[in-house]
């Protein structure tokens, strides 16, 4: 078959299963005058046509059946119809976690999307992940681009994810390791970037889920994301701020300085003739460095409370300006 998507299709209100695939089909999925067609559709494929334009949101955004994953009549739907006389029986196939099956019936829970195989184009729409009994979604093989919406974390029954062979840039979104029913995955062949997400599922995924994404980096690709793309724990969120505002480098540079002013008051000190306060200066000194190398081991690993650290190496540096000035005053006496 050839031609534009049929239209009149929507006119079957009840329809719950449309293949289209392997044809040659073309141009955009059209323009519905119904205001929610294929409300009752569970399986949706026009693979392997040549379809072109932007993904159908008008229909994805009434899939209703894709929707709930509460089904009031749980049983097998029937792929054949009956007369008096005869009974015609026919098979659908779907491809199911990279094979293809064969259905004379299927359950009511089966929903599937595929448009793989066509030129599709433009962005991945956010509705999609309003379709969360959603098992298969495969959109393949087109010329999609923009990054993976975040709402196909939403997918809690999704089976099958194959976004391979586009032009999709950006992160993979963390959201999508809330997939926990993800079996096959595939991503790869696009233009994505940053550090693989883990968790979960995540966890089990090969590089064939990656392959040709070459601004990929971490498990289980052999590229080492390094500290470009390190990921912070839960316990060192807070302390961001902490480390931008407070870098290693100012406190060498005040603790440099402390040293050139130790140096000068102690040479002071000593011609005034008084060797015995230059000793105890020395000796606070080295207990003012001790505890600073003690702290800046701590904090090196484990990076805790980085509010309450500014607060206390504030207070010694508070304590050193008090010291200097009592040595100061000793000098004047």
Known sequence: MNGTFPTWLEDLTEIKVLILKSNQFFGPVGIFKADNPFMNLQIFDLSNNKFSGVLPT?????????????????????MGWYSDNAHYQDLISIVMKGQEIEFTRILTTLTTIDLSSNNFSGEIPEVIGNLVALRLLNLSHNR?????????????????????????????????????????????????????????????????????NLGLCGFPLTKNCGEAYQ????????????????????????????????????????????????????EEEIRQCARFLCWKNQVYRQFKRPRQDVTRIGAQHTNRNQMHMRVMDVMEE
């Not at 008008?58 to 009549?73: G, Q, T, V, Y």
């Not at 099958?160 to 029913?181: A, R, V």
């Not at 540079?253 to 005034?272: E, N, P």
């Open 144 to 212: 999609l681009s923009g990054h993976i919406p975040s709402t196909i974390g939403n997918l809690s029954s999704l089976e099958t994810l194959d976004l391979s062979f586009n032009q999709i840039d950006g992160e993979i979104p963390w959201q999508l390791t809330n997939l926990t029913s993800l079996e096959v995955l595939n991503l790869s062949e696009n233009h994505l970037v940053g550090r693989i997400p883990l968790g979960l599922q995540f966890n089990t995924f090969s590089n064939d889920s990656y392959q040709g």
């Open 231 to 282: 990921v912070p724990s839960l316990q060192e969120e807070d302390s961001d701020n902490f480390s931008s505002e407070f870098t290693w480098k100012s406190v060498i540079v005040g603790y440099g300085c402390g040293i050139v002013l130790g140096v000068a008051v102690g040479t002071l000190m000593f011609l005034s003739g008084k060797p015995e306060q230059l000793v105890w200066f020395i």
């Open 58 to 78: 008008r229909i994805l955004e009434n899939f209703r059946s894709m929707m709930s994953r509460n089904k009031s009549e749980m049983g097998a739907l029937y």
